[in-house]
């Protein structure tokens, strides 16, 4: 089973809409990180929000804001007033474990989002 | 701010042929990854280290070794290059486990 699901094939918003990007995961720790992390085409991977297990708060960086839904294992991204420049692709990823040894990164496929002037 | 750097960009090797990809982080992180990126795979998680002298299997360890002597450094070997791994390696590093890791540019690798 996968670990980590973005099933959304390609996203399109218009530039100053919001959007939410949907990713779920598949873990039985505890204890676990949820990253969203942006790759433009110019191939850079850059980190955008981070979501902790135990955080009660929902995550917000900017425009960016994770809506974090423990019980349904969903961690969904919202990108508010979309611009130009936010088209990219958006990994989903996971990391299990307590940050030791048994700590790995697991991505999801991703998920394109393009925003129309 | 160097952060993550990779050498080379860009590779082209013939079948069965070895090398090494370079890994350099200046952040004294202690967690250092290597991915493959491929076409609607996202990236797949090949080897990684919690620290100096130190090193575990990702999901798809086959047909690469790793070694990390150091705390900086972090090479990826291929000893016998296979089209298969033709790829996008990326190289990433966090403080622990815990924290957002730091990738770099990427390695684009085509073996012919």
């Known amino acids: 089973a996968q670990k980590i699901t973005q099933t959304q094939p390609g996203m399109f918003v218009q530039e100053k809409e919001a959007v939410t990007l949907d990713c779920t995961y598949d873990?039985?720790?505890?204890?676990?990180?949820l990253f969203w992390y942006k790759q433009p085409s110019s191939g850079e991977m850059i980190f955008l929000i981070y979501q902790g297990s135990y955080d009660e708060q929902n995550a917000t960086e900017g425009r960016y804001s994770l809506n974090f839904q423990k019980a349904r294992k969903s961690a969904n991204l919202v990108i508010s007033a979309s611009q130009l420049g936010d088209s990219a692709m958006y990994f989903c990823?996971?990391?299990?474990?307590?940050?030791?040894?048994?700590?790995?990164?697991?991505f999801g496929k991703g998920i394109t989002l393009s925003v129309r002037p | 701010n160097a952060g993550v750097t990779q050498t080379p960009k860009f590779q082209v090797l013939k079948t069965g042929q070895s090398m090494t990809l370079q890994c350099a982080q200046d952040m004294n992180h202690e967690y250092m990854s290597w991915y493959r990126q491929d076409p609607g795979m996202g990236l797949r998680l090949i080897h990684y280290?919690?620290?100096?002298?130190?090193?575990d299997q990702g999901e798809v360890p086959n047909g690469y070794n790793v070694s990390r002597s150091t705390t900086e450094d972090f090479p990826l070997r291929l000893l016998s290059a296979a089209p298969s791994q033709t790829s996008v390696y990326f190289c990433a590093s966090s403080y622990s486990g815990l924290q957002p890791q730091h990738f770099g540019d990427g390695t684009r690798l085509s073996i012919l």
């Open positions: 990823a996971m990391r299990e474990g307590h940050g030791g040894a048994n700590s790995k990164l697991t």
């Open positions: 280290s919690v620290g100096a002298g130190i090193t």
């Open positions: 873990t039985s720790d505890q204890s676990y990180g």
